[in-house]
């Protein structure tokens, strides 16, 4: 708890202090010297490990069992992976949706109970968001490498690839009306030209991110769910097969990227 | 999905080439679009299934034809409604804060709440805004640049009305035929950008 207080500390003195450069069209960049620092996303880590190994649910037991996807317990590098093809539940999943279905099958929470509070809000704290820190640090360093060798991995690669091109709805935008070109900004938000390699590669590497906006870990689903309402397109569901096939989609453009996240963003 | 593998693995065990396992990626995203979202105020999942012709054309990886382009453009330009009294210049201290807002349409939004065009978020267009993004071009000065004619008229109002009138697949939303913008909205609108008293033309 103490820790946590330290970091709201930290991320509101931060959030001061770096608003003023927050229109600089690297600003990004400006964050990172912050990383020197220390990222508070480094508190949501530690949080995420101990739940990680914390015994929870019906079954009282921890997560060190669940497969992400390079067996049993191995934490290490299989951020980089994902999305991939699972044959267990022969089905792609992302990360959020690999770590619901260990929450239930090994801990024997319900779908409600697992996926209750993916996104975290002032008082109510979520244990998915410390998870996905946890895990995704432990890939800190790798290169992306999302393989595409199962047919399902490259069904989910074509579709997510469709919807980022998917016009529609009354601004008739789609991903690619915001990502598609170079040096473009809405506001003063810089749009990044997620069908260059070089910018897809630098975006995906850091996400997830602490957000010094919202002072929380902030992970790939959450930003896309942000995207999507900006879009006008319709609520998406939490950790569903549109929003990993988004993902696959985005995570494979990022191939070879070294793994950054989690990261500090605006 | 379970259907899909059926197919996959009768195919192969008829020993069909790969290349005839075309599969058909949009009914997957409508598929999925259908199953993965929620319809919630005015955002109805079946919008986001049923594009119009426009849409599904602009929403290809790749160029479009010649042709194709012209024929959006010819179709958008029929959709066009200009003003019933022939006024088109209505208050520019108004389109400011129409051009400012840009709620509407977002599952967020409150049902019924009015939309505004958020132009800032796109345009510069006056220069005590600063923060305006660039996706189009700079209007600031755009009445004094391009006059007062009836032409000049037609032809910002169509493009705010259906920005692919002159320019298919544009990335600036059909804020008239979508039905975002109200004609007394649009008439704000056109004030802001060609009335020579508003902050845009000093």
């Known amino acids: ?52 190994k914390t015994k929870a649910g019906p079954n ?27 044959s267990d539940v022969n089905k792609v999943m992302d990360l959020e949706q690999r770590l619901i279905h260990c929450r239930m099958t090994l ?50 690669y074509e579709i997510g690839k469709k919807l980022f091109f998917h016009r529609a709805g009354s601004h008739d935008f789609g991903c690619v009306t915001c990502h598609s070109a170079d040096n473009k900004r809405i506001r003063l938000q810089n749009l990044p030209n997620l069908l260059d390699k070089k910018q897809a590669q630098k975006v995906y590497a850091t996400w997830p991110a602490y957000r010094l906006s919202q002072g929380e870990v902030r992970s790939m689903q959450h930003r896309l769910r942000s995207c999507i309402r900006q879009q006008r397109f319709p609520n998406p569901k939490y950790a569903s097969d549109a929003i990993t096939a988004l993902t696959m989609y985005l995570a494979k453009s990022a191939d070879g990227a070294v793994y950054a996240a989690p990261a500090i963003k605006r | 999905m379970k259907k899909l593998m059926v197919l996959i693995a009768t195919i192969a065990a008829a020993g069909c080439s790969s290349s005839t396992v075309e599969k058909d990626y949009d009914a997957e995203v409508v598929r999925l ?38 024929s959006i453009r010819d179709s958008q330009m029929k959709t066009v409604k200009y003003p019933a009294d022939d006024q088109y210049l209505g208050d520019w201290e108004k389109g400011i804060k129409i051009a400012n807002n840009g709620k509407g349409g977002q599952f967020s939004d409150k049902p019924g709440s009015v939309s505004g065009g958020n132009c800032f978020g796109c345009h510069q267009i006056t220069k005590e805004e600063v923060a305006f993004g660039t996706m189009g071009p700079s209007l600031y000065q755009y009445g004094k640049l391009r006059g007062n004619s009836k032409e000049i008229y037609q032809y910002t109002w169509a493009k705010i009305y259906n920005a692919q009138a002159s320019i298919a697949c544009s990335n600036m939303p059909r804020f008239g035929h979508a039905g975002i ?22």
């Open chain 1, 60 to 86: 009282n037991v921890s997560l060190e069992q669940c497969d992400l996807g390079k067996g049993p317990g191995v934490v290490e590098g299989a951020y980089v992976e994902l999305p991939r093809y699972f």
């Open chain 2, 33 to 70: 679009i259908n199953s993965d979202f929620k319809s919630k105020g005015s955002v109805q999942i079946e919008k986001f299934v049923q594009q119009d012709e426009v849409q599904k054309l602009c929403s290809q990886d790749g160029e479009l034809s010649q042709d194709a382009l012209a």
């Open chain 1, 107 to 156: 801990q024997g929470l319900t779908q409600e109970e697992a996926t209750k509070q993916p996104f975290s809000k002032p008082g109510k704290a979520s244990d998915i968001e410390p998870l996905v820190a946890y895990i995704t640090a432990a890939s800190k360093g790798m290169k992306m490498a999302v393989k595409l060798e199962h047919p399902m991995e490259k069904e989910a």
């Open chain 1, 1 to 52: 708890m103490r820790l946590i207080g330290q970091a709201i500390l930290l991320a509101l003195t931060m959030q001061l202090t770096v608003s003023a450069f927050a229109d600089d069209a690297e600003d990004n960049d400006i964050y990172a010297e912050f990383l020197e620092d220390g990222n508070p996303a480094e508190f949501s880590e530690i949080n995420g490990e101990e739940l990680w």
């Open chain 2, 181 to 202: 913008l109200t004609e007394e909205q649009i008439k704000d609108l056109m004030a802001l950008l060609l009335d020579p008293e508003s902050p845009t033309n000093k």
